[in-house]
T-cell receptor, first 117, second 111 residues
Framework: DVKVTQSSRYLVKRTGEKVFLECVQD?????MFWYRQDPGLGLRLIYF???????EKGDIPEGYSVSREKKERFSLILESASTNQTSMYLC????????????????FGDGTRLSIL | KQEVTQIPAALSVPEGENLVLNCSFT??????LQWFRQDPGKGLTSLLL?????REQTSGRLNASLDKSSGRSTLYIAASQPGDSATYLC??????????FGQGTELSVKP
């Protein structure tokens, strides 16, 4: 079975802090994704990556950056955390190069509930 | 721009009942349609994926159908159980390879 592991289930940080959310997958998947989930807004794509050192902006990249130095690890970075970034963050991965051609199911981690005070 | 809608937002049924969850999408140019389950405070579990060339997929008591021409997908759950209680999300993969999610249907199965 695919295992997508997010480093923290719950995280509390202060405004202005630099925050790192880590995600690791164990199935040698090319594609990795970061979403946030908010009541009434559903899941929204922040960034994705279809190869090491490659990244593409999703629908709401503002205030975030990402890093993919190794195939199995995809990090989401909040450069200067703000209260409107309080949310549930979900990482996912899938097989097959570019997402548009891979056409494989995305597998999700358990999520990190981040609170910015 | 692709929009995915799920109706109803919430559904409560007695145990043992068969039920159907609905998902509609505005742009038929999709690669696939995926159904997920989400338990409270948890991540998403992939249930079924229907490729654009397929009409349906089955896994145990679950059956998902896809009608691209009408922009609809349904998830059929047979003989529902209290353990099926969760939020069910559908998502369409658009031509750019992104998943577009519906808001979900919160299902409660009463013993």
């Amino acid at each position: 079975d695919v295992k997508v592991t997010q480093s923290s289930r719950y995280l509390v940080k202060r405004t202005g802090e630099k925050v790192f959310l880590e995600c690791v997958q164990d199935m040698d998947h090319e594609n990795m994704f970061w979403y946030r989930q908010d009541p009434g807004l559903g899941l929204r794509l922040i960034y994705f990556s279809y190869d090491v050192k490659m990244k593409e902006k999703g629908d709401i990249p503002e205030g975030y950056s990402v890093s993919r130095e190794k195939k199995e690890r995809f990090s989401l970075i909040l450069e200067s955390a703000s209260t409107n970034q309080t949310s549930m963050y979900l990482c996912a991965s899938s097989f097959g190069g570019h997402p548009g051609f891979g056409n494989q199911p995305q597998h999700f981690g358990d999520g990190t509930r981040l609170s910015i005070l | 721009k692709q929009e995915v809608t799920q109706i109803p937002a919430a559904l409560s049924v007695p145990e043992g009942e068969n039920l159907v969850l609905n998902c509609s999408f505005t742009d038929s140019a999709i690669y696939n349609l995926q159904w997920f389950r989400q338990d409270p405070g948890k991540g998403l579990t992939s249930l079924l994926l229907i490729q654009s060339s397929q009409r349906e997929q089955t896994s145990g008591r679950l059956n998902a159908s896809l009608d691209k021409s009408s922009g609809r997908s349904t998830l059929y759950i047979a003989a529902s159980q209290p353990g099926d209680s969760a939020t069910y999300l559908c998502a369409a993969t658009n031509q750019g390879g992104k998943l577009i999610f519906g808001q979900g249907t919160e299902l409660s199965v009463k013993p």
